[in-house]
């Protein structure tokens, strides 16, 4: 046993053992400075799990407790303490990331990561000596007193307070502090005036500055994208550029460039719109170069979301009235989060300041509850609207210069009409534009189910049992409806109406069966169909089956649930129409805030009357009917993990394109839409290019898009290889998960695994990361570890020897430049799955074209994650000898591609990422 050097002088630091754990080891320090490795049992038996025992410093209580296989037990877990000390800051969330976050010794073993947590705690700790506002001390002891095990240490550090000053702090009551919003009038119509490719250069120089190297590429994409800013000439066509810029083109300030020019000179907003929430804070951190002064910048730059991204202040407060009441554990959560209200940017939840680990420690139900998710706002009847994080937000919109927004909610504007916004954006930037029609369909498909329906039935009824503090209809809009004779009537006709959606217990019931009435009755028919025409029914996952034709019965029990819904839907209308009665009276206006309240309730009456019930109704009428051209219905049955999660009727239209370019892309004046990846390889560009178009929607506007391709400067042949395997069968699992450990150990690690299967991705992560970690690498995998993806990629990021396991999202959403990613290794050609959807996509999509065209994509897309900088190297390995040498045009031309077997790509992937004087081989 070793002795830490840290033993001897612990001033505020609790007398606490300090636990790290990985796969294969579990590093103990103790209080007095010994270090112990254990097995998972021996760490388990030293824990306290309420019957007495240790409450060790840990980092990550939830991932320690995954890989401990123990739940519920008590720890000091220095990612609350770093929440509660730094609000809204980021750090990687390991004892390295600790460290490095507070300027610390980087820990290299697992017995300095215990150290290093010690080491953390003090400095945190220190950090809050010198805290002289009692608000904190108030919040610390609120959570104290709820049993939060850090509450002692931090009370003993905090600053004594004086017992007025602490009466006085706002404690709980975080929204005290923050400031209000004031009104301003509507910003006009903005200008016309273009923007000269000659102009986009010159911007695009000045906000790279002088000493800058000089980037050709960067500047021809300027000016290529510039001519989405002319003004438009017919009133369906705007002025449309696709425009294809390879990896290290530097495309964000290459459209920023023209569209920040647009905007000043026209006095008008570019609406910048890419793929994910963390794609939009890579933007929105780009335009420092555009706006230096964080005052500036505040001003002309902000980053939209949803309002279901946004902590909801009055959710907030109940929240904490129950904890506070209950005397509950969750006040020490809530304390974490009042800090990081009083010091949050934005109140943005998702993507935001609001550290993706806190969701992981403190739960994402729970921080999924504080947000506005269902549509329970009661606009200016809150007591906090005018501090309210998502009125900030759309207000702030509408007078910046860039708003940076994401494709998700671009639709969802567009589908349901306006949403926040009545100002509907005449420019967009769309990156990211090979996402486009996945959002569209998103959008502008139709989704019966139970969950559906139990959510909607929440939203009109409340809660009806159980602890949620879901508000119905009544609570939201029952004083609006006073004011009018026949509004309380309709208000009870809709709730008594709305008593057909499914109830909690709803899967119970359709899973048992017979004799069900209304919804939960036709969702007992659909999930029979299902079972009873998939071909592989008794599988885990979820399955599908046709619409057509339907078993006895579906289409009868689908026409009385139509009749019942359009019933609840006729009583929404009415209730909408009492409301817009008090919105249109001339002799008794409504004050403002009463008119936005009532426009929100009208809008949220008439949205779900019409765009839900009514699709809803529709889709069931045309269940007995022949198919439309235009789009497809399927059955589904939804299972998580086995488990039975949803039964649902769909409906997707089989070109997406159609309703995005009607609702988005032809109302608009101007618009690029721009990736890395739009054309595949295809050898015909002009073939390639009517496939971009039809991918993006652009193929439906009355004249063609100018298209623009500029090339990656990178040196492809020269930073890459691309290795097929010729001897791993696909489906000898122990064989592959070898051929993973062996790149992976080659590569000492900097490596990322992708899978076509979350079954696969587990059954590979099970049999290499203990071995992995033995070597010194830690293997973190998706859908395997307590955490969500972007903090993995997080971690992935900043530890350069590990390597990451991951399905879809990690393939489209990691971008970790230098030698953090330096290996992809693919278990099996990426194919697209041959659901229903997707064969009635074909024929409108290329053909037999099709699949090549989407596989071709994925494996670009996993290609160009290798090289983010100039001088990033990496190899590309495909386990599965069945890729086609058709599909090999998805790569840059020259890049070698060989195919060998195993032994041999291990040796050619470590000679290749040796560092040091390359070697090519003779
Ligand atoms: S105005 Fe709406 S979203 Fe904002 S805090 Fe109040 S209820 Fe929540």
């Not at 986009?200 to 980037?215: D, I, K, S, V």
């Not at 940017?345 to 806190?358: E, Q, S």
């Not at 009635?840 to 897309?861: C, E, M, N, S, W």
């Amino acid at each position: 046993m070793n002795r830490s050097p840290e033993a001897s002088e612990r001033v505020l630091v609790p007398r606490a053992p300090a636990l790290v754990a990985g796969f294969r080891e579990i590093v103990w320090l103790s209080p007095e400075g010994e270090i112990a490795a254990l097995s998972p049992g021996e760490a388990r038996a030293r824990l306290d799990f309420g019957r007495g025992g240790e409450t060790p410093m840990v980092c990550h209580a939830r991932a320690v407790a995954r890989r401990l296989d123990a739940t519920g037990f008590a720890a000091l877990d220095l990612l609350e303490l770093f929440a509660f000390v730094r609000p809204a800051q980021f750090c990687v969330p390991t004892p390295r990331g600790l460290a490095a976050a507070l300027g610390l010794a980087t820990p290299r073993t697992m017995a300095e990561a215990c150290i290093a947590l010690a080491t953390a705690a003090r400095a945190l700790l220190q950090q809050l000596q010198a805290e002289t506002d009692p608000g904190i001390r108030a919040l610390a002891m609120a959570a104290e007193r709820a049993g939060w095990a850090w509450g002692p240490a931090v009370l003993a550090a905090l600053p004594p307070a004086e017992p007025a000053a602490l009466r006085r702090a706002a404690g709980l009551r975080a929204w005290q502090s923050l400031a209000e919003w004031q009104e301003r009038a509507p910003p006009p119509p903005p200008g016309n005036l273009p923007v000269s490719a000659a102009d986009a250069r010159t911007r695009l120089a000045a906000l790279l500055g002088a000493a800058a190297e000089a980037r050709p590429q960067q500047a021809d994409y300027a000016a290529s994208v510039a001519a989405a800013f002319a003004p438009r000439d017919r009133p369906d066509q705007p002025q449309a550029v696709l425009a294809e810029a390879g990896t290290g083109v530097g495309k964000t300030l290459g459209y920023i460039a023209p569209a920040s020019l647009w905007a000043e000179q026209n006095q008008g907003t570019v609406w910048v719109s890419t793929y994910t929430r963390n794609l939009q804070s890579q933007i929105a951190g780009e335009l420092d170069r555009l706006y230096p002064d964080p005052v500036q910048k505040r001003r002309h730059v902000v980053v939209r979301k949803g309002r279901e991204n946004f902590l909801c202040l009055l959710n907030y407060e109940e929240a904490a009235q129950a904890a506070n009441a209950r005397g509950a554990q969750s006040v020490a959560p809530l304390a974490l989060i009042a800090r990081w209200i009083g010091a949050t940017a934005a109140g943005d939840l998702v993507g935001g300041d609001f550290p993706g680990w806190l969701a992981e420690l403190i739960g994402r139900g729970r921080v999924g509850a504080l947000a506005d998710r269902r549509g329970e706002c009661i606009h200016s009847a809150c007591p906090h609207f005018r501090r309210c994080f998502v009125e900030k937000n759309v207000r702030a919109a509408r007078h910046a210069r860039i708003v940076v927004a994401n494709h998700a909610l671009v639709m969802a504007q567009a589908a349901l009409g306006g949403l926040d916004d009545a100002n509907v954006p005449t420019r967009y930037v769309f990156d990211e534009g090979h996402h486009l029609l996945a959002a569209a369909d998103a959008a502008f498909s139709v989704r019966l189910s139970g969950q559906e329906g139990r959510e909607l039935r929440r939203w009109l009824l409340g809660a009806e049992t159980g602890r949620s503090r879901a508000r119905g209809l009544q609570r939201r809009i029952g004083d609006l409806v006073e004011a009018e004779d026949e509004a309380g009537p309709v208000l009870i006709e809709a709730l008594v109406a709305a008593r057909i959606l499914p109830a909690d217990g709803w899967h119970q019931r359709v899973a048992e069966g017979h004799g069900l009435p209304g919804f939960e009755g036709f969702l007992a028919l659909v999930r029979r169909q299902v079972l009873a025409r998939a071909a592989n029914g008794d599988a885990g996952y979820g399955i599908e089956a046709e619409a057509r034709p339907p078993i006895d019965g579906l289409v009868e029990a689908a026409g009385r649930l139509a009749a019942g819904l359009d019933r609840l839907a006729a009583a929404l209308r009415r209730l909408a129409a009492c409301l817009r009665r008090q919105l249109e009276d001339p002799e008794n206006p409504p004050e403002p805030g009463l008119r936005q309240r009532l426009d929100a309730a009208v809008r949220g009456l008439e949205r779900r009357a019409d765009r839900q019930l009514g699709g809803w109704s529709a889709l069931l009428g045309d269940l007995g009917e022949p198919p439309r051209p235009e789009t497809v219905e399927w059955l589904a049955l939804d299972r998580v993990e086995g488990a039975e999660s949803d039964v649902a009727v769909n409906r997707s239209w089989i070109d997406p394109g159609i309703p995005f370019a009607q609702t988005v892309v032809q109302p608009a004046h101007g618009l690029v839409v721009t990736s890395a990846t739009l054309t595949d390889g295809e050898i015909d560009p002009e073939i390639a290019w009517h496939a971009a178009e039809a991918a993006t929607g652009l193929r439906h506007l009355p004249e063609r898009p100018r298209a623009a391709r500029i090339a990656s400067p990178f040196d492809y042949p020269a930073q890459t290889r691309i290795l097929i395997v010729t001897d791993i069968p696909r489906d000898d699992l122990g064989q592959v998960a070898a051929a993973f450990a062996a790149l992976m150990s080659a590569a000492r690690g900097g490596a990322l695994g992708l899978f076509t299967a979350v079954a696969r991705l587990k059954a590979v992560h099970q049999r290499i990361a203990a071995a992995l970690e033995a070597q010194g690498l830690l293997l973190l995998a998706q859908h395997v570890e307590a955490m969500a993806t972007a903090t993995l990629v997080d971690i992935f990021r900043a530890e350069e020897d590990s390597c990451l396991l991951g399905t879809d999202a990690v393939r489209d959403g990691v971008d970790v430049p230098g030698r953090s990613l330096r290996l992809i290794v693919f278990d099996r050609v990426p194919w697209p799955r041959p659901d229903i959807l997707h064969r009635a996509r074909k024929p409108v999509f290329g053909g037999p074209h099709y699949d090549d065209r989407i596989t071709r994509l994925r494996l670009r897309q996993a290609y160009g994650r290798l090289v983010r900088r100039a001088d990033d190297r990496g190899v590309f390995v495909m386990l599965d000898r069945a890729l086609p040498s058709r599909l090999l045009p998805a790569f840059p031309d020259g890049v070698p591609v060989t195919r060998l077997p195993l032994v041999a790509a291990v040796e050619e992937t470590a000679r290749f990422l040796a560092p040091g004087p390359r070697q090519e081989p003779a």
